[in-house]
């Protein structure tokens, strides 16, 4: 099948993509170069840096695109069908550890790439600020009490994240009801 140039560049980003995440996942982001990525895709440095100006700019589009954060938009922006707030963040909670759990090669190169750390930085923040719009939007409804949904969201956003990384398990049922516990 004859590919088009640009359904030829979209692969070989793709390719050099999941090479870099095999290689930052099993070398570390910090002891892997360039070459290693290149090597492992089979092109040269040169070719690699056609797509990506720089190893930091392939950590963070890895993150941005491989990463939580798509998912998440969506599972924020989902008609969640007038159901309870807690409910929905309760799923919304599970989905996100779910997704952490099926991506444990992007997580280990979350927390290791300091190389991106403004990009990790922008990723968390939206993260966090999408979690807390829908706590904001179910306060403003009435559903939620008032309360600091900013905090709220970093809390829930990284007793997640950090029960991944250190695998422990983290009831997030328990987490939601602790923090909204009048609202069940």
Excluded: C
């Excluded at 309760?90 to 090669?105: I, K, R, V």
């Excluded at 306060?139 to 991944?164: C, I, N, Q, W, Y």
């Amino acid at each position: 099948m004859m590919r088009t140039r640009r359904e030829q560049a979209e692969w070989r980003r793709e390719q050099l993509l999941d090479a870099a995440l095999k290689v930052f996942a099993s070398r570390g982001v910090d002891g892997a170069s360039v070459k290693d990525v290149a090597e492992a895709a089979g092109v040269t440095p040169g070719l690699l840096y056609r797509y990506f100006d720089s190893k930091e700019a392939l950590v963070g589009t890895l993150l941005a695109e491989r990463g939580f954060l798509p998912r998440l938009r969506e599972l924020l922006t989902a008609d969640h069908g007038g159901r309870p707030a807690v409910e929905v963040l309760t799923e919304l909670l599970s989905a996100f550890d779910g997704l952490l759990a099926d991506n444990a090669d992007l997580v280990a190169i979350f927390f290791s790439a300091t190389q991106a750390r403004a990009t990790l930085a922008e990723l968390v923040s939206e993260g966090q600020r999408l979690i807390g719009d829908f706590l904001a939007a179910r306060v403003a409804a009435g559903e939620l009490r008032p309360h600091d949904t900013a905090t709220a969201a970093k809390t829930l956003f990284a007793a997640v994240a950090v029960s991944r990384r250190t695998g422990s398990p983290l009831d997030v049922a328990r987490l939601v009801e602790l923090l909204f516990p009048h609202e069940r």
